[in-house]
């Protein structure tokens, strides 16, 4: 028996507000393994977080003047390129970069040294309309409202309210492109930030296309978080999927995964193109080139290859495995050039505090947290309205 589609549990004549306050209720079991171990995660999280408020950075991090602190592939290729097969996965795809957004913008606040200041570099104040900054932190913000723009007929269903669900409809299109734009440009913006470190990032991992190279990673690296997340959250809301769709993940994931490989190997030549341009082929001798040897042959081209295995033997653990192992190359990545390589030649490195890791953990878990209340009250993982209507 196909699970039914999601749609509004609103009843004719209630109230918004109290259909609202009503799905504050929990939906299921309270006392589940997650939860158990979430929440006391959760409540650290907000123990530190207020001692940071209270006594600064310095109380619960190792910061100091000397260590400072993909769902526009797949949004893209169903709403413009109209590859229906990834339809399915659209909205939480979508979900699940809107959140990850709205609480990095969280736990970047929590980050800055005085946070009231966040606003600086959206006003070019300090800064001004040339800088790098600037361009990323208006990315960053117009990306998050249109992430928001494309999930927002998923509410509209979920309330029941029609006339916001054409309106919300009609400029999803619009906010995919602008979206996808965006997207382009805070990767590519990010990697930029990092050309004003030259001569503190190690010759391995610094060049001028920095801004490509993160650019064409986040595209792998985001495929891999769709075919993890995807995976995941089919087995935890198997109930809220019809039968069309779950038929279908499979398919997905494969399709998925060579996008994916297509990146890769791009990634991997753009690698090579600047590591014998650049003279640094001699590196590679030293421990920091065995360091990048393992980062860029461990987790990119041993990964490409594992999908690809994955892809012909039609194996869905193989992709996972791969997904997994691409994770940690991109991570790994991004602590290369920002802590671990940065001013590689000081005898003392950046060591986060325990109270960084606890905040990390809780800004997870709580996302995790959002993310599940949301699929189990609005039509996200389900045939969504404009679907059944064709």
Same mark, same amino acid.
């Given at each position: 028996?196909s699970?039914?589609a ?7 004549g209630?109230?918004l ?18 939860n158990?171990?979430?929440?006391p995660?959760?409540?650290? &999280?907000? /123990? ?7 006594? $600064?950075? $310095?109380?619960?991090?190792?910061l ?6 993909? /769902? ?12 229906r097969k990834?339809h399915?996965?659209?909205?939480a ?20 040294g ?29 990306y998050?409202?249109?992430e ?16 916001a ?24 913006g ?5 050309l ?16 490509i ?12 978080m ?11 809301f ?26 890769m ?5 753009m690698?090579?193109i600047?590591?014998?341009? &650049? ?10 080139g ?8 461990g ?9 690809a ?10 992709l996972?495995?791969a997904?997994?192992l691409?994770?940690?190359?991109i991570?790994?990545?991004r ?15 950046y ?12 800004v ?25 209507? &064709?």
């Open positions: 028996m699970a039914p999601a749609t509004s549990g609103r009843r004719p209630q109230s507000v109290g259909y609202v306050l009503g799905e504050l209720k929990p939906k299921g079991k309270i006392l589940t393994p997650f158990v171990i979430s929440a995660i959760i409540l650290a &999280g907000i /123990a530190f977080i207020v001692v940071r408020f209270a006594k $600064g950075l $310095g109380a619960v991090t190792n100091s003047q000397e260590f400072p602190g993909g /769902a526009y592939v797949v949004t893209i290729a169903v709403y413009v390129f109209g590859v990834f399915p996965i659209a909205r795809t979508v979900l699940s970069g809107f959140l990850a957004y709205a609480f990095y913008t969280g736990a970047l606040v929590l980050d800055v005085r946070p009231w200041n966040i606003v600086n570099p959206i006003i070019g104040n300090k800064f001004g309309a040339n800088s790098v900054l600037f361009l990323v932190a208006w990315h960053f913000m117009l998050l409202i249109a928001f723009v494309e999930f927002s007929p998923a509410v509209a269903e979920w309330l029941g309210l029609k006339k669900r054409k309106l919300a409809g009609a400029l999803t299109l619009g906010a995919v492109i602008l979206g996808f734009t965006l997207s382009f440009l805070h990767q590519s990010l990697g930029a930030l990092f004003l470190a030259k001569g503190k990032i190690h010759p391995l991992w610094y060049s001028e296309f920095i801004p190279q993160f650019l064409v990673s986040s595209v792998f690296a985001g495929m891999s769709v075919i993890i997340e995807g995976s995941i959250s089919r087995r935890a198997k109930h809220r999927i019809d039968a069309s769709h779950a038929a279908s993940h499979e398919e997905i994931l494969f399709g998925i995964a060579k996008i994916a490989v297509g990146a190997f791009a990634y991997l030549g690698q090579g600047i590591l014998i341009h &650049g003279g640094h082929a001699a590196d590679l001798s030293t421990g920091w065995a360091w990048w040897l393992l980062e860029v042959v987790f990119v081209a041993v990964p490409m290859l594992v999908f295995v994955g892809i012909r033997r039609r194996s869905v653990p193989a996972l495995t997904s997994v691409t994770g940690i190359g991570l790994l990545n602590l290369n050039v920002s802590v671990i390589a940065f001013k590689w030649y000081e005898p003392h490195h060591v986060p505090a325990i109270g960084e890791y606890v905040v990390t953990a809780a997870i878990c709580a996302e995790i947290w959002v993310f599940r209340w949301i699929v189990l009250r609005m039509p996200v993982m389900g045939r969504d309205a404009s679907e059944v209507r &064709g």
